[in-house]
């Protein structure tokens, strides 16, 4: 079941950021080209209404933004500055590790239950988007998904931690797919590229097999 709320987490914002950038350019593309006096095309452009474009990506990116802090939360993504906590004897730095993250759990479990309320009451209303027309409730939904997801994500990363002593970390420098090559078995003058220098001296002991 986790592994399932963690690739849906993952389908969610890949999904959203792709079709949001996918959106923009059309639009951009559409706004420029009913510019041009070109005969039949640029009638059949203008009969094109793209102003939806705007909001909807708008839209898109709030969610992908909170879906985004939840996955950030997991992942161990997210900045925080624990210089001072790492000096702190084992025990003690685990304290102050769990305050922290059921302080998160607290402050995402309220923001997530007065957006619920705030939901509750714009679904009273008829009010509704200036272009798309989308129910307003329906747009402000993220807030509590969004908290309640992350509020879940800070607890079960402090449970983890409570457990193993281990918090997740993420490698800026890992690509998924690509092996792991060790500083010892690369050579950059053998490298095809322009960002490191192809002398000759090591060039030649690359070229003969020999690694100076």
Aim: aromatic fraction near 14%.
């Amino acid at each position: 079941m986790l592994k399932f709320l963690d690739h849906l987490e993952e389908w969610l914002i890949a999904f959203l950021i792709g079709a949001a950038t996918l959106i923009i350019f059309f639009a951009v593309v559409h706004r420029y080209a009913a510019g041009l006096p070109i005969p039949v095309v640029q009638d059949w452009l203008l009969t094109i209404n793209m102003s939806w474009a705007q909001e909807l990506c708008i839209y898109m990116f709030v969610w992908m933004a909170k879906f985004g802090a939840a996955y950030g939360v997991r992942t161990g993504i997210h900045v925080g500055v624990d210089v001072l906590i790492n000096q702190l004897a084992e025990k003690n730095r685990m304290r102050f590790v769990l305050f922290g993250l059921f302080a998160g759990a607290l402050f995402t479990v309220i923001v997530g239950t007065l957006g619920a309320a705030f939901v509750w009451h714009m679904a009273q209303t008829d009010q509704v988007s200036a272009d798309l027309e989308l129910p307003m409730w329906m747009v402000y939904m993220v807030i509590p998904l969004g908290s309640y997801l992350m509020c879940f994500r800070f607890l079960q990363v402090a449970r983890t931690f409570w457990m193993t002593g281990e918090l997740p970390h993420h490698d800026h420098g890992y690509v998924e797919g690509i092996e792991e090559i060790r500083d010892e078995d690369l050579i950059p003058y053998a490298l095809d590229d322009n960002l490191h220098p192809h002398d000759i001296a090591h060039r030649k002991g690359v070229d003969g097999g020999k690694q100076k």
